[in-house]
């Protein structure tokens, strides 16, 4: 009885949220370990198959074809999965990706499909854009109560700086973008169709591997980040290319405050990505990433 009345009470929300005139769906989340153990600081970083989530215009820095996948509950309420895939072809940069979220119950659920590209436009400047397919379903007790179905893009661009180690980044989340919803009748809610535009959301960065300064040094990447408006700083320390210890942390508002870490491992063309973000709202999340590249 109570879980067919948590599973009311989530729907009813989902359906006055639905009816209300505000931007979509479809969040802010940070995809990748690497990039959340660093406290989400990543636009200027971005160089692997995550690039696709973080910024677009990072997959041409890559020399390698790489297929990577993560997963994470976030709060312990919502998880998410990402697929994704990057390859370079001469002097251009492609990638496609897969997100997909859903709660525990099933009550809501999200899909994106991604197709990138990104190209080096001048010395030392890279660019990139993302095409990407929204699709959402609401479900009130295995009923298909409501959809919605858009589609957004992205823009990204790296200015890079090789010999001093240095690399700046900007990432224009959904300037462009709009869903289109379909209610069916329910709790006294008629059918409706409407459409709402997508949220929009920047970050812009800088990153400095000291390692290109100081020669003794095993590689030290520091990062930091405006994200939307809220500062995010981070750190990774790599030892012989094969193991990465990472620290971050993320200000702003009480949802997006938190302090992160996280380790990776590398044998051969794999690598293993763990993050952990200490959440000020009392529920921790991790997210695990794998990747293998040739």
Not at 87 to 93: R, S, V
Request: proline share 2%; glycine share 10%.
């Amino acid at each position: 009885m109570k879980k067919f009345q948590f599973r009311f009470e989530i729907t009813l929300i989902i359906f006055v949220v639905l009816a209300s005139p505000v931007y979509g769906a479809f969040e802010n989340i940070n995809y990748g370990a690497r990039s959340l153990g660093m406290g989400s600081a990543f636009v200027s970083v971005a160089d692997d198959a995550n690039s696709i989530f973080n910024n677009p215009a990072g997959i041409i820095r890559t020399n390698q074809s790489e297929l990577g996948m993560s997963y994470m509950e976030l709060y312990g309420l919502v998880s998410y999965s990402s697929l994704s895939y990057i390859q370079k072809l001469k002097d251009n940069g492609f990638g496609i990706g897969i997100i997909s979220s859903d709660d525990k119950d099933g009550v809501y659920q999200e899909a994106e499909a991604i197709f990138a590209y990104s190209r080096q436009i001048a010395k030392n400047l890279n660019f990139g854009a993302n095409i990407r397919y929204l699709s959402s379903h609401a479900y009130f007790d295995e009923v298909r109560v409501g959809n919605g179905k858009g589609i957004a893009v992205d823009l990204g661009s790296q200015f890079l700086l090789p010999d001093k180690g240095l690399s700046f980044g900007i990432g224009l989340h959904s300037p462009i973008g709009i869903i289109f919803y379909n209610r069916k009748p329910l709790l006294g809610y008629g059918e409706e169709k409407y459409s709402q535009m997508t949220d929009f959301y920047y970050n812009i960065g800088a990153s400095w591997d000291l390692a290109k300064k100081f020669s003794n040094l095993e590689k030290l990447l520091l990062a930091g980040e405006l994200s939307d408006g809220y500062p995010c700083f981070g750190a990774e320390w790599t030892y012989a290319n094969m193991i990465s210890v990472r620290s971050g942390v993320r200000l702003g508002n009480s949802l997006n405050r938190a302090l992160t870490m996280g380790l990776g491992f590398k044998l051969s063309m794999i690598k293993i990505d763990y993050a952990y973000i200490s959440s000020s709202v009392d529920a921790d999340t991790s997210q695990i990433s794998v990747s293998v590249n040739w």
